[in-house]
């Protein structure tokens, strides 16, 4: 294939402009969903992975078996248990949680609140480990009772209002809130500080958009002295998760005892159907394309019987014609595939951007570049198997039946 051919195919190409570029107009589509949607879900896969492997070496202990998040606000554990766990072996830090859903009103704004009672010195411990960190104030001081430390969202109004938009407030420590109990009564906390950004999610709800308050004062609210939701307990060694395990079972056995381990290896089954479904989904949009390649050759071959026919009349062998065919089709999916890869990136951050408006904490998109060779790859092939059949076409046409041809 010499460049002689090359030239000759770039110029049919682009003489038919307006027909060249519908023709890989069904590519760069393809490519571009592909690349987007993949972008998304691998800078989702990542954000997640990244948190759950982070909190790896986390057993959680729940009341009853077969618990769950929707039993946390009813089932409960004694308060007491919290020292027997603190003794297994490798058990580095307990963190007992009580979780409450309440409202918590600051300024005349009214917002429901997930209220976890903490044990400010074992919480401290713990967080230090498993993150996040504090971004203004300090830590709840052991042995104070209206103090409350608050997410990230909630400290920094970024919570959506009914009306769209969001609060944009600032709660800084030494500020007060209002938290209701389950009589109406209210009960009044002054801020000790906030939390960074975390996006990690607790039993009950998520970090960045709860309430912590001391457990004493919390059991106090809801007349349940001595009793905690749940147990967070931090393994020194990952190695050791499964041991702590099944030591929690014998002193608790009819606990519920869950791993992050278990979280991590179903959130990778999650993301990998979701990534098949989006292969899938581009597949259907990279075999419409091909359809595109193959019905834009056939009717250029039908059209240009006489240029064919001109060329085969002068001398060109049917390897010319063929090579000159099978080109036009390969340029128009590479290039097609090119643009389309641009735009699929180009796309991913625009969609990611238009999300954040509502919420700010979205991951960015990863390109992930195997991924996009194996959709170049397939491009390629499915640039080639759809120009065969047109090239073999006009390869075949007779010179003399092409020159008479009349269009």
Do not use: C
Request: glycine share 10%; hydrophobic share 45%; proline share 4%.
């Amino acid at each position: 294939m010499d460049r002689e051919i090359l030239k000759i195919a770039f110029r049919n190409l682009h003489r038919r402009k307006i027909r060249t570029f519908f023709t890989m107009l069904g590519i760069i589509i393809a490519i571009a969903s592909i690349t987007a949607l993949i972008s998304i879900a691998e800078g989702f896969q990542l954000s997640i992975s990244s948190t759950l492997q982070s909190t790896s070496n986390v057993v959680i202990v729940l009341p009853g078996m077969g618990a769950s998040i929707w039993t946390i606000g009813t089932n409960t554990l004694n308060q007491s248990v919290v020292r027997e766990l603190e003794k297994i072996s490798h058990v580095e830090a307990v963190n007992p949680v009580l979780v409450k859903f309440t409202v918590m009103e600051y300024r005349g704004w009214e917002i429901p609140v997930t209220v976890m009672g903490i044990v400010p010195r074992d919480a401290q411990k713990f967080y230090a480990l498993t993150g996040p960190q504090l971004q203004r104030g300090q830590f709840i001081p052991q042995g104070a009772r209206f103090k409350a430390l608050l997410g990230y969202s909630l400290a920094n109004g970024k919570i959506q209002k009914e009306g769209g938009g969001y609060l944009n407030w600032q709660i800084l420590p030494g500020q007060t809130i209002k938290l209701y109990d389950e009589n109406g009564q209210v009960w009044e906390f002054k801020v000790s500080g906030n939390f960074q950004e975390s996006g990690q999610s607790v039993i009950g709800g998520f970090i960045d958009t709860s309430v912590f308050v001391p457990l004493g004062t919390l059991q106090t609210m809801y007349n349940e002295p001595g009793k905690i939701s749940f147990v967070e307990l931090w393994v020194d060694d990952v190695a050791f998760v499964n041991d702590v395990k099944r030591a929690v079972q014998k002193i608790l056995p009819s606990s519920t005892v869950i791993t992050e381990s278990q979280g991590i290896k179903v959130v990778v089954e999650i993301e990998t159907m979701l990534n098949n479904l989006l292969m899938g989904i581009g597949s259907i949009a990279l075999f419409v394309g091909a359809l595109g390649v193959i019905n834009t050759l056939l009717t250029s071959v039908m059209e240009r019987t006489r240029e064919i026919g001109t060329y085969r009349a002068l001398g060109a062998k049917k390897r010319f014609i063929l090579e000159m065919i099978l080109l036009e089709g390969l340029m128009m999916t590479i290039i097609g595939g090119i643009i389309g890869f641009g735009f699929g990136v180009l796309l991913a951050e625009i969609i990611v951007g238009i999300l954040r408006t509502k919420t700010p904490s979205l991951p960015n998109p990863v390109v992930d570049f195997r991924v996009v060779a194996v959709a170049f790859g397939v491009t390629l092939i499915i640039g080639l198997l759809a120009s065969i059949y047109p090239a073999k076409k006009a390869a075949e046409l007779k010179p003399a039946e092409a020159i008479r041809h009349v269009e």
